[in-house]
């Protein structure tokens, strides 16, 4: 856009030939070069960089005006020869929509304007008051979606019932799912009975292994000194 040039997006393999064949075309045989507008009164403008008018482009400019014009003096050059036309406005000013275009376009001068050493703090600030005075999306803003539409009346009661859980993907009201954590003081008295009935065996079966074994030494007794 700074340079005045021309573009195209390829979304396809497929379409490369024939999307390159035209932006060659284009950019052949520009229309005219070096455009200006003269809107007869003062004027705020996007994009404030007229790009060149390519054969079978349109050019499209939004603009803030005081008052609505009555004709619009485009110029350029032409085949290396200046070339102007008058263009009749009719009557009547730009309805909201052009003005949101307008503000789009501000908004995305705005944004350029870091390449030229505007302050990235001012220009969050500018494109903070365009996005929240004409509801735009910005990478500074987001869109909240409000519903305002009553559900019910207002006298009507309020009632309250069990509503089915979501089953996950792939399965049927028929299949079923572990019970993880659920009945745990029964496993957790069921592991203490068994805890306590091993601890008794082993006790208990100690000193019948000192009594039936073989080769035993006797106790031990004290020698007269």
């Known amino acids: 856009a700074v340079g005045r040039g021309s573009h195209t997006?390829?979304?396809?393999?497929?379409?490369?030939?024939?999307?390159?064949?035209?932006?060659?075309?284009?950019?052949?045989?520009p229309a005219v070069q070096n455009l200006n507008v003269d809107w007869g009164m003062e004027a705020e403008f996007y994009p404030e960089i007229i790009?060149?008018?390519?054969?079978?482009?349109?050019?499209?400019?939004?603009?803030?005006?005081?008052?609505?014009p009555r004709n619009i003096s485009v110029f350029g050059e032409l085949d290396g020869r200046d070339w102007e036309t008058i263009v009749s406005v009719g009557a009547g000013g730009g309805g909201?929509?052009?003005?949101?275009?307008?503000?789009?376009?501000?908004?995305?001068?705005?944004?350029?304007?870091?390449?030229?050493g505007v302050g990235q703090d001012d220009i969050r600030r500018q494109v903070l008051g365009?996005?929240?005075?004409?509801?735009?999306?910005?990478?500074?803003?987001?869109?909240?979606?409000?519903?305002?539409?009553?559900?019910?009346?207002?006298?009507?009661?309020?009632?309250?019932e069990g509503v089915p859980g979501l089953?996950?993907?792939?399965?049927?009201?028929?299949?079923?799912?572990?019970?993880?954590?659920?009945g745990w003081p029964?496993?957790?008295?069921?592991?203490?009975l068994a805890l306590f009935l091993a601890t008794a065996m082993l006790l208990g079966a100690a000193p019948s292994r000192a009594r039936s074994g073989r080769g035993a030494r006797p106790p031990a007794a004290a020698l007269p000194g």
């Not at 499209?60 to 005081?66: E, I």
């Not at 909201?96 to 995305?108: D, F, M, Q, V």
């Not at 999306?137 to 009632?159: F, H, I, K, N």
């Not at 029964?186 to 203490?192: C, V």
């Open 9 to 29: 997006h390829i979304g396809k393999q497929a379409d490369v030939a024939e999307r390159m064949a035209a932006l060659w075309s284009r950019i052949q045989n």
């Open 51 to 68: 790009p060149d008018l390519y054969a079978g482009e349109p050019l499209w400019l939004y603009a803030k005006l005081p008052h609505p």
């Open 96 to 116: 909201e929509e052009i003005a949101t275009l307008w503000a789009r376009g501000k908004i995305e001068s705005l944004q350029d304007s870091r390449i030229f």
């Open 130 to 160: 365009l996005a929240l005075e004409f509801g735009l999306l910005t990478p500074y803003t987001s869109l909240v979606a409000v519903d305002r539409t009553p559900s019910r009346p207002a006298a009507a009661g309020l009632e309250s």
């Open 167 to 182: 089953l996950p993907a792939g399965s049927t009201a028929a299949s079923g799912f572990p019970q993880t954590a659920t």
């Open 186 to 192: 029964l496993r957790l008295g069921l592991a203490l």
